[in-house]
Every structure is written in C-alpha cells, then in structure tokens.
C-alpha cells in the first residue's frame, strides 16, 4: 500500500516536465529563464542587477549563483549556464577546453574593480608598496614590525584558488606583473571560502592582513593605501584612482557566453553594459562604472 | 485465484530479493565511478608530485600530503577529545545514573547527533575560534584545534549511542557475580562491565572516527583550509586543510575531465578507502569478539 | 574511622563517580547551551514574512522561503527514492536471507554506506546524476544522491524492527496458511510499522540537514522563484546557512541566526516526532 502511494507520487512529480524545461532558455514558454554563475566577487552585483531587472521585466526570471569564477567558466564549458561571470579573464587552457567542446566564449567587460588591501582598524600601518605587499604574502616578511608595525604576527588571508580574484592578486601583486615569475603565497595562507570570512577574520583579529574587492569592504574597516614604487605616492582605492590608473591594483569584471547570445540574454547583457541604471547600480556597490 | 496469488508473490519475492542485493550494487557503483574519474590522476601526476610538498591546484602543484596531514590532525584531535568524553558519558548514563536521569540524557545526546554540520560550522566561525584566539593568544582561531572541537562535538553522540547500547547489553549476572565477590561499584564497571563490552565499545570508536574523518561542512569553515604540511605537535595551533574540505571548496570550479577533476576525484577514492579500512576493521573486531565468547561458553 | 581497603575503594568510588558526572554534564551542558543561544539569537528574526517571504536586497532583507521550500522538496524526493528500497531491502535481510556469505558481504556492504563520507556521496552524485546520466544541477540528482546515503540507515533501523516482532506471529500466520509475503503483509510490517517509520524520520532529518552531497548536485545560491520541476535547481536550508554565514557582505547577523534557528528547528522537530512515535509505540506494542 505504502509503496503504491510512493509510486503514485513519484509518476506525477516525474510526469510534471522533461528534461529539456530548465536547461537554458526556452522560447515556447511565456517566461524566460537564465542561468547566471561564477565569481563570487560579482555575486552580489549580479544578483542586485537580477533583481531589478526582473522588477522592469517580470517575463524573465533570472537566477544567480557563486562558486568563483573557476566554477562559471567550468560550468559554462559544461553547457549548464547560460552567462559565466568571472573577475578574471578565461586562461589559455580554459579556452583550449571549450574549442575542443565546440565552444567559443564571447568576453564582455561589465564594471571595474578595485581590490582593497585591509587591515585590522587597530593595525598601524597604512600604505605598503607594491614589494612589501608581495613580500608579505609570500611568506619573506613574517612580523608587522617589517613594514614599520608592532610586533606582531602577520595572519595572511586570501581567497580560494578558485577564485578570480585569488588568480588576479597572485598574478598582479605577488608576481609583480611578472610573467614568468613563479612566486606563490606562503603556504600558511588562510584560504578562506569566502569573502565574508576575511572580512570577519580582518574585523576580530589585529593581525589579519587581508584583500578583497572594494565592493566588500565595509565602512569600518581600515584600508591600506598602495605605491607602485616607494617612489609614488599611496594611493587609497576608489573610483576615481580606478579610472585615472592611479591606484595599482585594479581589475576590469567580465561576463562570458557561449557563442554570441541571442534574444533574453543579449537583452540583458545590453541592460547591464549600456542602461544608466545598471551602472548606478555598479557604484552603489561599491565597484566602478565602466563609463 | 491461487496461480495469480503466487505469481505476484514470485514477482514480489524478487522485487524484495533485488532490493536486498542494492546496497552492493550502490557500494560497487560509487567505488567503480571514484576509481573512473580518480585513477587517471595516478597517469596525469607524477607520484613525486601527488606525494610533494604543496598542494596549490592552479598552478599545477598537487601534492596531497598536506590534505592528508590536515585530515589526520584535525581527526586525532577530535578523538583525542570525543573517546574520553564520549566513553564516560556512555559509562555515567549506562551505569551510574539513575533511571530518570538516563531517560532524559539519552534522547538529549541523540539530539547533538542530530545537529547539521553547517550549523556548528556557523558556530564555530562565530564564536569558537575568536574565543581560542584570544584565549590561547593564538594569530588566528581558524585552526586545527577549532575544527577537532567541533568535530569531537559531532563524534561524541555516536561514540556515546553506541557505547551505552554496548554496556546495557551485558548482562546483569556479570555485574552481580561481581558484587557478590566484594567489588565495588566502581571496579565492577572498570574491570567487569567494561571489558565485557568491549567489542561495541570499540565498535562505537571506530564509527566515530568514521564520522570525524568524513566531515566536510564544519572544518571547511573553522579550520582556515590552509594546506601546510601539519607534522608537528603545532600544528595543532595553526591553520590547517583537510580532503573533505578540499573537495567541497574546489569541485565546483573544475572542469569535468581535467587534471584537477581527476585529483578531487582521486581525493575521494582515498577517502573511500579509508572509511572501508575503518569499517572493516571495526566489523573484523566485533567478529573476533564474537568468536571468542563462542569458545568461552562452549 | 580505621583506614583500611574497603573504605580506600569506597572513596576511589566517589571520586570515580564525581568525575564521570562532571564528565557528562560537560558532554550535555555544551548542547543545550548551542540550542538556547541560537535559539535566543535567532527568534527576533522569526516573523511570518521571514517564513513565507522570497529573499530581497541581495538576501540581506526578506524571508527564506524558497530555502524552507527546497528543503522540504528535498526531503519528500529522497523519502520517495530511499524508502521503498531501504524497506525492501530491510525485509530482505530480516525475512529471506539465510546466513551465508553474501549475506554478510550485504551487511558489510551497508555499513560501508553507512560510513562513507559525504562529501564523496557528492562527488558520486556529481559523476553519475550531474553527468552520466545529464540530470543536471537538480533536485532530481540532489534527492537521488541524499537517498543512496540515506539507505543504510533506513535498512538498518528497519531490519531491527522487523526483527524484533516475535517469531510467534509468523509462525502462527504461516499455521493458518498464510504465504511468507502474506505473513510478512499483514502481520509483521504493521506491528514493526513504528520502527520503521522511526528510522525512517531519522534517517530523513539527516538528509534534510547536509550540505556537501547537495553542493555540486542540486543547491543553488539565489533563484527567483520556487522550482516547478524535479530537474531545476533549488535552494536548501543548509547551503543557505552556508551562504548567508559565509557568502554574502554585510548580512544582519540575525538574519544568520534567524536560518539557523529554522534549519535546526526543522531537524529537531523531526526528531521529535521520531522519539514520540516511537515511545508510544513501545507502549502500544503487544509483546
């Protein structure tokens, strides 16, 4: 009896739909679906432009999810997104990947991002070169007192490989820029699954350093003003010294597709690059418009 | 009337007997699927690599000693922690507490056991950890010793269920015997009950340590996924990463079929392994166990 | 008094006694002090739009109900996939096995299951439902993953309570002419009914509460509206205490503790109605 009940259930839950109903978009249906994922630097902003879009456009339903962008362009490879979004650009191998499954990723560029170094309110210390920053990451400098602090152990935090922005520090700050530069971050870096957990590591522990995009840094918290060179001046990130270059490590944000989209998704993609709108949205969070 | 009664009884007999063969159907088709997807990394890393020195997936650096260092201090510490608390409160409820108090202790115990990972993750990010930064004057909370307490949390209701089971299955005529001779309560329970017990005790350990072994959610947000090499006593006292947390913090973002997919799937079937070693040790025990209280009473 | 051994035993015993207590007050004190502190930091955040209402302004403002939602669906499609077969598998064991190798290589078998980590359960799903078999990131693959790891402890406590009915009823159903499924049917599925049903609920609110199995094969960070079909995504209590503690800036702290409350209350109700079913069957119970 029991079982007949559970089969009864299972035959209608089943009969309910096929496989082919939430894959991507389907066109025979009055609402639109698309399947947005990746890097969790640009989670929240996505999700805040989903939300509005789908309040102007109630036909279309998006929905967003993180991962970092190592798992967007994974799962667009895969076919099971329909836009990836990624704080860093796609690597040569990615690309390799998604040719041989018959894949061409388009590449559209949709903010700017500041990563802001942070340090605990308490920390003393307020601008670092470049040098310093890669030093201290890699493990060569192991007290605050190194770069002019107290003496204090320094708690390195980062966020995880597969994150963009993991892969843009590694590349920009402790490689220098350097291509053929084989730094890594010490090994007792603290990878943390996100960006929240930095910042509440950073906020309770005056010997965190840590870094994160400027869209995730609250107001309490002290960031460190950068130099390219002793030489320079420091420069503390903001939307201005992202435009004019000043401020070194700043990055833009991208959203991939499979092939150039078409219909909703193109729509959505022009909403996000071009509407006054979206863009405002972009500097209230804290990242920078790409106008 | 009876042809069909026995025909549905046939196709229901046999419905009953497949169901009964499934649970080594899904064991074979998991080991099958993590050997697939996980012995091509044996091909694609070189074993000096996979047994190196950093474990750093994006630029090709696949060492899994550090994960496998993480688990095992992280479990250590667990058990270090769960085995006495666990084994004495299994005791105290089992033997010294009275009626009413077991009633209310053993539903209570259970309850813990049935606390979400994630939950005492979210606890032990929250409270835990900047509680032992500023308590033991440590750089950071997120360490090894954070996650052996929470995991030690999750291991002691298992170790206590089945460890109370254990020692309420001796019979009463051991303890009786023992009282008649003069012992004490107390040397009764450590020398008589006990030892008697043994075989679920152990039993009770060993699913214990299969559970803290396999964790995933609760050490992925205290323990800080640092992967250093965790050889020393320290290490205890530093941040460290374990496979189960690896797993869950980088499967989403390979893609399917490449090295790195082939290394967490690798991961996994170490993982497998070692919960089969565990278990079939723990069985083998209470088999050798029931084999020598076959000739003790014979 | 004369100091002599007995009396030496005597107070090794109190002592003895002394510590075990302390030993399993700290045991238990820690637990209920969890539940009462997430439970007092999270009730203010308990409302009827927090239950009933979508997630706004990022997940920052709103309610969780598309996590409350997901978690049920979760709940129903792993009952529905692991109840039949870990049933039949328990009736298997307890009515038709006889004891011989295979038999014990099912045993050995199950607690294997039983012991495997859950992540891997993940990792299993995500080869064999995500991709083998293209059900994709779904509730379908989620439920089916959380079944197969469900199973053992669904067999196991069936099984016992299939055995513990005594031998006499079969014995007497089987007298009367009664088949062996007959007997099985009618006799002892209903009186080791509560058992079963007990181990069921148990096994369930441990699907309900994990999150790594879920993580590559069915969870989702944000979806709009509820899923409609067993092959969309979904969002799920556990992975949303995940998310909220971890994935998103500037989330209200009691929104955290606000879904912690839910998810626990979720499984601790479950586990409620597990031990009332069970103590009033022991009741009821005719032997």
Same mark, same amino acid.
């Given at each position: ?32 679906? @698309? ?16 939300? =509005? ?155 965190? @350093? ?17 130099? =390219? ?9 903001? @939307? ?52 | ?32 699927? #993590?050997?697939?997807?996980? #012995? ?44 006495? %608390? ?142 250093? #090499? ?38 996994? %079937? ?5 919960? %089969? ?22 | ?5 007995? *009396? ?15 030993? +399993? ?6 637990? /209920? ?17 927090? !239950? ?14 598309? +996590? ?7 709940? !129903? ?19 038709? +096995?006889?004891?011989?190798? !295979? ?9 294997? /299951? ?11 799903? $995500? ?10 990131? *779904?509730? /379908? ?20 309570? /299939? ?12 007298? $009367? ?14 009186? &080791? ?67 912690? $409350? ?9 586990? $409620? ?7 009033? &069957? ?6």
């Amino acid at each position: 009896m029991k079982c007949f009940i559970f089969f009864t259930l299972l035959l209608v839950f089943l009969s309910s739909c096929g496989p082919a109903a939430s894959q991507s978009i389907s066109s025979t249906q009055a609402s639109t679906y @698309i399947e947005n994922k990746g890097s969790d630097t640009i989670v929240n902003l996505a999700l805040a432009w989903a939300e =509005r879009y789908q309040s102007e456009h109630p036909e279309v339903s998006i929905s967003v999810t993180g991962g970092g962008s190592g798992t967007g362009i994974a799962a667009l490879l895969n076919g099971t997104v329909d836009i990836a979004n990624a704080s860093r650009q796609i690597k040569p191998e990615e690309m390799q990947e998604a040719q041989s499954k018959g894949i061409n990723p388009v590449e559209y560029i949709i903010a700017r991002d500041a990563i802001a170094v942070i340090v605990n309110p308490e920390n003393p210390v307020k601008e670092l070169t470049l040098q310093q920053l890669s030093d201290i990451y890699s493990g060569k400098i192991n007290n605050w007192r190194g770069v002019g602090g107290e003496d204090r152990p320094i708690v390195r935090l980062s966020r995880e490989t597969n994150s963009g922005t993991h892969v843009y520090f590694l590349e920009t700050v402790l490689r220098l820029g350097e291509k053929n530069s084989k730094t890594l971050f010490s090994t007792d870096t603290l990878l943390l699954p996100s960006s929240e957990g930095i910042i509440n590591e950073v906020r309770q522990n005056p010997n965190a @350093i840590g870094y994160d995009g400027l869209g995730y840094v609250p107001k309490d918290l002290k960031m460190i003003a950068i130099a =390219r060179q002793p030489s320079d001046s420091y420069v503390l990130p903001s @939307i201005a010294t992202v435009n004019d270059n000043s401020y070194p490590i700043a990055r833009d944000l991208y959203m991939y597709t499979a092939g150039k989209p078409n219909g909703a998704v193109a729509a959505y993609l022009d909403w996000i690059m071009h509407s006054d709108e979206a863009q405002a949205i972009v500097a209230e969070l804290g990242f920078v418009p790409i106008k | 009337m009876d042809k069909s009664l026995s025909w549905r009884e046939y196709v229901i007999t046999r419905a009953i007997k497949a169901s009964g063969y499934s649970a080594i159907v899904f064991v074979a088709l998991i080991f099958y699927f #993590l050997l697939h997807d996980g #012995l091509p990394a044996l091909s694609e890393v070189p074993l000096a690599d996979l047994l190196g020195q950093r474990w750093y997936p994006i630029e090709n650096y696949f060492s899994i000693l550090p994960l496998i260092t993480g688990t095992l201090i992280v479990t250590l510490g667990a058990m270090l922690v769960a085995i006495p %608390l666990g084994i004495g409160t299994a005791v105290f409820i089992a033997e010294i507490a009275p009626r009413w108090t077991r009633d209310i202790l053993k539903p209570l115990v259970e309850l813990l056991g049935g606390l979400p990972s994630v939950v005492l993750g979210f606890l032990g990010i929250l409270i835990l950890a900047p509680f032992l930064r500023v308590f033991l004057n440590l750089p950071t909370g997120l360490t090894a010793l954070a996650g052996s307490l929470l995991l030690g949390g999750i291991a002691i209701p298992t170790i206590v269920s089945i460890a109370e089971d254990a020692l309420d299955a001796v019979p009463q005529s051991y303890r009786e015997g023992a009282w008649a001779i003069g012992a004490t309560r107390w040397q009764t329970i450590w020398r008589v009950t006990l030892p008697a017990a043994r075989s679920g005790v152990l039993t009770a350990v060993m699913l214990g340590l299969g559970r803290a072994i396999g964790e995933t959610m609760a050490v992925m947000m205290a323990t800080g996924n640092a992967p250093v #090499l965790a050889v020393k006593l320290t290490s205890l006292f530093s941040p460290v990463r374990t496979m189960t947390a690896t797993i869950a913090a980088e499967m989403g973002e390979v893609a399917s079929g490449s090295v790195h997919y082939h290394v967490l799937f690798f991961i996994g %079937l170490v993982l497998f392994l070692i919960s %089969l070693a565990v278990n079939v040790a723990a069985s083998a025990v209470v088999f050798r166990q029931k084999k020598r209280a076959e000739r003790v009473l014979s | 008094m004369k100091k002599n051994a007995f *009396s030496n035993r005597v107070l090794t015993q109190r002592l003895g006694f002394s510590l075990l207590t302390l030993v +399993a007050l700290f045991t238990v004190i820690p637990i /209920l002090a969890v539940i009462a502190y997430i439970v007092a930091q999270g009730a203010p955040a308990i409302s009827w739009e927090f !239950l009933a209402g979508f997630p706004r302004e990022g997940m920052r403002a709103g309610g969780i109900l598309p +996590a409350i939602v997901g978690t049920f669906y979760l709940t !129903l499609g792993t009952a529905i996939f692991s109840v039949p077969l870990g049933v039949a598998a328990a009736i298997y064991l307890a009515e038709y +096995a006889r004891e011989n190798w !295979l038999t014990r290589l099912i045993r050995i078998a199950i607690i294997n /299951l039983a012991g495997i980590p859950s992540v891997v359960y993940g990792l299993f799903g $995500l080869g064999l439902f995500v991709f083998f078999l293209r059900f994709g990131t *779904s509730l /379908l693959s989620a439920s089916l993953t959380l079944s197969i790891m469900t199973l053992p402890v669904i067999i196991s406590a069936a099984e016992e309570a /299939l055995r513990a009915v005594p031998q006499a009823f079969r014995t007497v159903s089987v007298s $009367l002419g009664g088949t062996r499924w007959q007997t099985i049917r009618r006799i002892v599925l209903p009186q &080791a009914l509560p058992g079963i049903i007990t181990g069921v609920i148990l096994g369930l609110e441990r699907a309900a509460g994990e999150t790594a199995p879920i993580l590559f094969t069915g969870a989702a960070f944000f979806l709009p509206r509820l899923p409609n079909s067993p092959f969309d995504a979904t969002m799920a209590l556990p992975y949303h205490l995940f998310v909220v503690s971890t994935q998103v800036p500037e989330m209200p702290i009691q929104i955290q503790y606000g879904t912690a $409350l839910v998810l626990i209350a979720f499984v601790l109700g479950m586990n $409620l109605i597990a031990t009332v079913i069970r103590s009033r &069957a022991r009741a009821k119970r005719q032997w």
